[in-house]
């Protein structure tokens, strides 16, 4: 069934892209705030027996979260169909473990909430660790795209001789798959965190490396304390200025401002959330899968 598209405030332009994409529906409604802070959704055109997408990424997560879910549930009440969520930044996948006594799974509660809502979940690139697969907590039938294709066709347009920079050991899957599409050498850092602001960042040996250009990349860009890490430890060690490329652009306060100042050849993001870096277009990917779970009738766990 042909789904008809609704943006959350800061994801018009998304949507707008995905339903251009496609040739389908933008819908109308209108949301806000109450003084008190309370969130407010009114649907301006009918959607009983449609089947309804909500597009909204969860930067801010706590204000967004409770906006997206009374706009499904009220979808729901008012005689939509089916009800599906883009959500191209899914939050609360950091906490997947109990770290300490005393705290507890969020990751797990929180796609309890979203699936309460809704019929099927699409996000890109979920920041996936001790989590393998997103069904594993998420009820509904999800689909996590991949927005390595893109990154790697932007870097191959855009930076000559590169070489990739995975943030870490766990990203190694996913900068190789990068490089490999994009045709071009990776490596490592060896990151230690202290904190959530105090990140130590170490560079292999690069010597043989001197003439490629270093792409950072790294799926979460939140303090941008590890990319501004390694920005210093490269030029150190005599590299070119690195460019920085996220797929989730947070930039907590001054982060983005503050890696600029560290000497990048350039800071690019996708467009899963707004924002001024925003270079690779990832409406074509969200809109594939979309289609594939709109009006899907088994339950499909990716």
């Known amino acids: 069934m042909t789904p008809i598209l609704f943006a959350m ?9 995905i339903c251009r994409a496609r040739a389908w529906e933008a819908g109308r409604w209108e949301t806000r ?16 027996g449609r089947e309804v997408a909500i597009v909204c990424s969860l930067a801010d997560p706590d204000a967004r979260a409770i906006a997206l879910y009374l706009a499904a549930c009220v979808a729901r009440e008012l005689g939509a169909s089916r ?3 883009a959500v191209p930044y899914l939050a609360y ?16 509660h929180f796609a309890r909430l979203l699936s309460s809502a809704c019929d099927w979940l699409v996000t890109v690139d979920p920041h996936l660790h001790r989590i393998h697969h997103l069904g594993e907590v998420y009820s509904v039938p999800t689909r996590a795209v991949r927005a390595s294709p ?22 190694e899957q996913w900068v190789s798959e990068v490089a490999a599409v994009a045709g071009c050498p990776f490596t490592l850092l060896q990151k230690t965190r202290n904190g959530d602001r105090e990140v130590e960042v170490s560079v292999p040996v690069v010597a043989a490396w001197r003439d490629r250009t270093p792409v950072l990349v790294d799926d979460i860009a939140s303090t941008a304390m590890t ?10 060690a ?5 460019w920085c490329i996220a797929v989730h652009p947070l930039f907590a306060g001054d982060a983005h401002a503050a890696l600029r100042a560290a000497g990048v050849a350039g800071i690019v993001s996708s467009n899963t959330i707004a924002h001024e870096s925003n270079r690779i277009d990832m409406s074509g990917p969200i809109a594939d899968a979309i289609e594939l779970l709109s009006g899907v009738g088994h339950v499909l766990r990716v």
């Open 9 to 17: 405030p800061g994801n018009e332009a998304l949507a707008d892209q």
């Open 150 to 171: 893109s990154i790697a066709a932007w870097i191959a347009a855009n930076v000559q001789l590169p070489l990739l920079v995975g943030p870490d050991a766990e990203s």
């Open 93 to 108: 996948m950091r906490q997947d473990i109990a770290f300490h006594p005393g705290e507890g799974m969020t990751a797990i």
């Open 238 to 242: 005599g590299l070119r200025a690195p």
């Open 83 to 85: 009800v599906g969520l």
């Open 33 to 48: 705030r109450f003084p008190d802070g309370e969130s407010y959704v009114r649907y301006l055109c009918d959607i009983k």
């Open 227 to 236: 990319m501004i890490g390694a920005v210093a430890r490269m030029h150190e």
